[in-house]
């Protein structure tokens, strides 16, 4: 089973601020997904990265795939409260299943 | 709108007692999946299907079984339930295997 690595684990910061969370792997994705959960509902998909390098942005919401394939980042600028939730990565290793981390539970504090 | 559909949305079970989660989807998707989420553990896949009439074992499969008669349908049965079984269900269902996953809201599940 291929391990995926979320951190922090846990952020709580002031509206306005920014900040960015990583997802980890010692294995090559074949590609990554990132969702965010509110409480009481599935996961919503956000982003699927391919490319080594690719950059994508979903308005105040920038994502990055590592130029090896093996790690993610997350960065938001200017934090509101609506997005609060729990954000988790999910990579998909070759014709494995994919495989999700455990999550980076974000708290903005209006 | 489209979508997964679970059924029940919470359930309280005795120990040793049968249960069936309810998973129905209206998108014509190949792949559906049952995850269960574990707070410190994040989602882990419990079964899976590529497509109707086949199924197969996910990272914890023992104690659950699944089927998959038709597209849309993907019930998760716990033959006899467990206290360890305690907790929050999603069914999830994608295009094809490992494509964007569409989850429903999720069965919370207490066995006591």
């Known amino acids: 089973t291929q391990l995926l690595e979320q951190s922090p684990q846990f952020l709580s910061i002031q509206e306005g601020e920014n900040l960015t969370v990583y997802c980890n792997s010692s294995?090559?994705?074949?590609?990554l997904q990132w969702y965010r959960q509110e409480p009481g509902e599935g996961p919503v998909l956000l982003v699927t990265?391919?490319?080594?390098?690719e950059v994508k942005k979903l308005k105040r919401l920038t994502f990055q795939f590592g130029d090896a394939r093996k790690d993610s980042s997350l960065h938001i600028t200017a934090a509101q409260p609506g997005d609060t939730g729990l954000y988790l990565c999910?990579?998909?290793?070759?014709?494995?299943?994919?495989?999700f981390g455990t999550g980076t539970r974000l708290t903005i504090i209006p | 709108i489209a979508g997964i559909t679970q059924a029940p949305t919470s359930q309280i079970l005795a120990a040793g007692r049968r249960m069936t989660l309810r998973c129905t989807q209206d998108?014509?998707?190949?792949?559906m999946y049952w995850y269960r989420q574990d707070l410190g553990l994040g989602l882990r896949l419990i079964h899976y299907?590529?497509?109707?009439?086949?199924?197969g074992k996910g990272e914890v499969p023992d104690g659950y079984s699944v089927s998959r008669a038709n597209t849309d349908d993907f019930p998760l049965t716990l033959a006899s339930a467990v206290p360890s079984q305690t907790s929050v269900y999603f069914c999830a269902s994608s295009l094809q295997m490992n494509t964007e996953a569409f989850f429903g809201q999720g069965t919370r599940l207490t066995v006591v």
């Open positions: 299907s590529n497509t109707a009439g086949t199924t």
């Open positions: 998108m014509r998707h190949n792949a």
């Open positions: 990265v391919v490319t080594g390098g």
């Open positions: 294995s090559v994705f074949s590609s």
């Open positions: 999910a990579g998909n290793f070759g014709n494995e299943k994919l495989t």
